[in-house]
């Protein structure tokens, strides 16, 4: 018999995977080449979902459901409701430039999209390793279907073939890793897996060997270096929709299963994969940062740039545990959790402005494409110049403040190591604002490649807008975020 507990901690998964099907069903009787109604529908399922889960988060409630396989706690329900508001945006944006190029024939982009959407919940509320393996799974093979939706294009066939290879090679790596930690602790549970590693009763040599394979599992899942031979490929490759829809939310996800498996579950084993992360972030910082410098293709471009940015975000999760003890833990956990979201709210802006100057037979993937921009339409080319600026980390913007929090954490751990890894981040980030202002250079000092005026729908003006304007409001006021972060932190640590 399942107790009523267990429903509570997975009713906004139940609402999704209904929903799921239901507008699976409902767009077979679906005309028009742009599916307004299975997209209305999967925005209000996607709204009410995020209002579920954010009524979750507020409550600060830590349920666990199903004999201990799966956790409903703060820190889960808010990266919940920001990939359910993240996935909606990115709806949004792509389904103009989706229309036009024939990929609402089926409905199948708004389906796939949800069960991606159904496969990251289910990651964010894994306290098992088995419900975190098959959360990943069902992630990854509706990502592999959504990149290779233009059937007919060789491009995007040839980048769904390699992101299939690579990410079956990469999920191997997790699953080995896993089975090694369950071999050495003779458990699948999170929370039992911490408690036989704290007893010091297990084969250490067992454990960082098992280790070795979750975190090169973990580093491909967000893009890291050197693991990241997959991203520039098929950022580039795959439809502009399908590479928004594969690199804002998904990153919530996988910061969610680096806490649940590395802190949650393996935090004993700190001391060993804190320097793992930071070989990590150092590689990511240097590759992303210079190979970013030589790209005319702006996708291509911000894919580097996601490589270097999950190298800042692993910064924050290196100085948790410092000499055994955890008093910066919070500190650095909560300042990776809000970078990690304010990257995907900048990301958003960013591939919004490229999906909108997309026409039909013309994709504007390059950077000669957003040439005299400002002078085709000033608020288009300010939302893009916002988010440049907060990518390249300049001050009020919300990027700065991310920024910061990573580096605080580092330097309060009066590591002489983790003070120079943040001097090296900084330096890096110096790097990085060359391509990043180059954007804005092009946007606003060029000369315009066409005179055509930018126009938009009305609801992806709207939320382009708004867009736009939170990543100047969260930088000027990050304290309601930043607090939230800590919150949902503390109470995952407390657990």
């Known amino acids: 018999m399942i107790d009523k507990l267990s429903w509570m901690a997975i009713y906004p998964e139940v609402v999704l995977l209904v929903m799921a099907c239901i507008i699976a069903l409902v767009d077979l009787s679906t005309a028009g080449a742009r599916r307004t109604r299975t997209y209305i529908l999967t925005l209000l399922t996607l709204a009410v979902v995020a209002f579920l889960t954010g009524l979750n988060a507020s409550n600060g409630q830590t349920v666990y459901g199903f004999g201990g396989m799966v956790v409903s706690d703060p820190m889960g329900n808010w990266l919940k409701c920001f990939a359910s508001i993240?996935?909606?945006?990115?709806?949004?944006?792509?389904?103009?430039?989706?229309?036009?190029?024939?990929?609402?024939?089926?409905?199948?982009?708004?389906?796939?999209?949800?069960?991606?959407?159904?496969?990251?919940?289910?990651?964010?509320?894994?306290?098992?390793?088995?419900?975190?393996?098959?959360g990943l799974e069902l992630l990854t093979l509706?990502?592999?279907?959504?990149?290779?939706?233009?059937?007919?294009?060789?491009?995007?066939?040839?980048?769904?073939?390699?992101?299939?290879?690579?990410?079956?090679?990469?999920?191997?790596?997790?699953?080995?890793?896993?089975s090694m930690m369950y071999g050495a602790t003779g458990s699948l549970d999170v929370n039992e897996v911490f408690k036989a590693i704290a007893s010091r009763k297990v084969n250490h040599q067992v454990l960082v060997f098992g280790l070795v394979f979750i975190v090169a599992g973990l580093a491909f899942k967000v893009g890291a270096a050197p693991f990241h031979m997959w991203v520039p490929d098929v950022y580039q490759g795959a439809p502009t929709a399908v590479t928004l829809l594969i690199g804002a939310a998904p990153e919530l996800a996988a910061f969610a299963i680096i806490i649940r498996l590395l802190v949650e579950g393996l935090l004993p084993l700190?001391?060993?994969?804190?320097?793992?992360?930071?070989?990590l972030a150092v590689a990511s910082l240097l590759v992303g940062n210079l190979a970013a410098i030589a790209q005319t293709n702006l996708k291509r471009m911000l894919a580097y740039s996601t490589i270097a940015q999950m190298g800042f975000m692993l910064l924050g999760l290196v100085a948790g545990v410092v000499n055994g003890n955890t008093y910066n833990a919070q500190f650095a956990y909560s300042a990776s959790m809000f970078y990690i979201v304010t990257y995907v709210l900048t990301t958003l802006a960013s591939f919004g402005i490229i999906l909108l100057l997309a026409r039909e037979g013309f994709e504007s993937e390059e950077i000669t494409d957003l040439a005299g921009l400002n002078q085709r339409s000033p608020l288009y080319a300010g939302v893009m110049a916002v988010a440049m600026f907060s990518l390249a980390g300049l001050p009020p913007l919300v990027g700065f403040y991310a920024k910061l929090a990573v580096l605080q954490a580092l330097i309060a751990s009066g590591q002489a190591v983790y003070i120079g890894l943040a001097?090296?981040?900084?330096?890096?980030?110096?790097?990085?604002?060359?391509?990043?202002l180059r954007i804005v250079k092009v946007m606003y000092f060029d000369a315009p490649v066409t005179a055509t005026t930018v126009s938009a729908p009305r609801d992806v003006r709207a939320v382009l807008t708004l867009n736009g304007a939170l990543i100047l409001i969260v930088g000027i006021v990050p304290g309601g975020l930043m607090t939230l972060c800590a919150q949902a932190i503390v109470a995952t640590l407390a657990n």
């Open 86 to 134: 993240a996935l909606m945006v990115s709806l949004v944006y792509g389904r103009p430039y989706a229309a036009d190029r024939g990929m609402l024939r089926g409905g199948e982009m708004f389906t796939l999209s949800m069960f991606s959407l159904l496969g990251m919940f289910v990651m964010i509320s894994g306290s098992n390793f088995l419900m975190i393996y098959l």
């Open 142 to 178: 509706s990502s592999y279907a959504l990149v290779a939706l233009r059937r007919e294009n060789a491009v995007a066939s040839e980048a769904a073939m390699k992101y299939f290879v690579l990410g079956a090679m990469a999920s191997g790596f997790l699953l080995y890793g896993l």
């Open 270 to 279: 700190a001391i060993d994969w804190q320097q793992m992360l930071a070989v």
């Open 423 to 436: 001097v090296f981040a900084v330096l890096m980030s110096l790097v990085g604002a060359f391509y990043y």
